[in-house]
């Protein structure tokens, strides 16, 4: 087969193809984020019957276990595909997204629940082969927007997830119709199942709508899969990029960002279920869903609307200080919420959050961009390097998040409750002293920094 012969399916299956992609990533994030809300409350209904007390331990265990697994398993199922092809790998990934999704909401032991997770996060380890497929069926001047795809993907996963996992959550306290049923008695099942069917769905629709991108003259003839290699390349490679000036200090910046960024997903839900007497705000599963649902949607509106003008009037490097600030400001105001005013409060400082973080990202990325251009690096090396230390932040900050919580709720101010949240901020502080160490930025393929 050509190369010709091989692009021609591409015209025309790519509308159904990328179709495919989009909600393969969107059920990535919705995996990610649809536990959010709940996560607390089935730990604490767990460890109860099991006498276990380290609620904030085991949340943060539950949330990085997932992506733990996806660290390992993303170079895993890169060289699966390599060999046999995208098609069936991003099509057993969505199986195996339907089977775990299913599994955690019938977990009835702790143990049982970090296994599903877990497994959840290695069959939700295709990102990375969803991005050769594009690259695989795109041109050099369609891979730009079909990249974008991806990141309007995560945007909208992380906003459907958690609004699914709160309105969803205990459907027995709130429609008549699930009373008596098994979802009385797992409570957390039917978001699960609904995160399961739309997975099967797109199964589906990749089994009719999703050619094969990768020729078989183009696949790895080698008879061991390259995984350890390719996990022992990125470390590698990161750690050089580690000591590259000032991709670096982008890099540990991005990390410093993350890092607090992932401790509030942890800490978050724990402050907000904990009893008003206790400071906390007694908000139940739907509430904490709508608010990360208000979270993301600020966040698409921010990359979507924002970025643009305010990239041309302060430049990329002015915004990177300024983004940690604004996301280190919501992120301290979180614990001094009033329950009185809880929900207007929340949103305002969900939203700050929102920003902040919307403005983050594509300025580090930029960032990278340009100064990996004019110090002639490879620019694939760059991104997964930054892509494999924020990997580890995502790693480290929920476990960090519970650690801190659970030897810190009970105490007394100024080591309380409010640390977690005061450690968030205090790490994008950070992160924003250490991009001021940012030189002058490149003018390379733009006007402007």
Known sequence: MTDTNAAEPVVAAGKGALLVLFLATVIDMIGFGIVIPFLTYLVEDLAASEGIAEVGLWVGLLMTSYSVAQFLFSPFWGSVSDRIGRRPVLMIGLIGNTVFFAMFGLANTLFIALAARFMAGVFNGNLAVARAYIGDVSTPSQLNTRMGLIGAAFGLGFTI??????????????????????????????????????????????????????????????????????????????????????????????????????IMHAVFILYTGMPVEEGGLSYNEAQNGRIFAVIGIAGILTQGVLIGPLSKRLGAKKLLPLSCFVCGTGLILIPY?????????????????????????????TLLTKFAKDEGINLGIVMGAQESISSFARILGPLTGGIVWTYTVSRDWPLDYHTAFHLCGLLMLCSALLSFRIGVVPDIDSQGS
């Open 161 to 262: 997830g958690p609004f699914i996992g709160g309105e969803l959550s205990n459907p027995a306290e709130k429609w008549d119709i699930f009373i008596g049923t098994i979802f009385e008695e797992y409570p957390y099942l039917l978001p699960c199942l609904a995160a399961g069917v739309l997975s099967l769905i797109s199964f589906v629709y990749a089994y009719f709508y999703l050619p094969e991108s990768l020729p078989k003259s183009k696949r790895s003839t080698s008879d061991k899969l390259n995984w350890t290699k390719k996990l022992s390349n990125s470390f590698k490679q990161s750690y050089s990029m580690l000591n590259r000036g000032v991709i670096s200090i982008i890099i540990w910046a991005t990390f410093l960002f993350i890092f607090g960024f992932t």
């Open 337 to 365: 919420t009033q329950a009185e005013h809880a929900t207007i409060q929340l949103i305002l400082v969900a939203t700050i959050v929102a920003i902040g973080s919307g403005l983050f990202q594509p300025s580090s990325s």
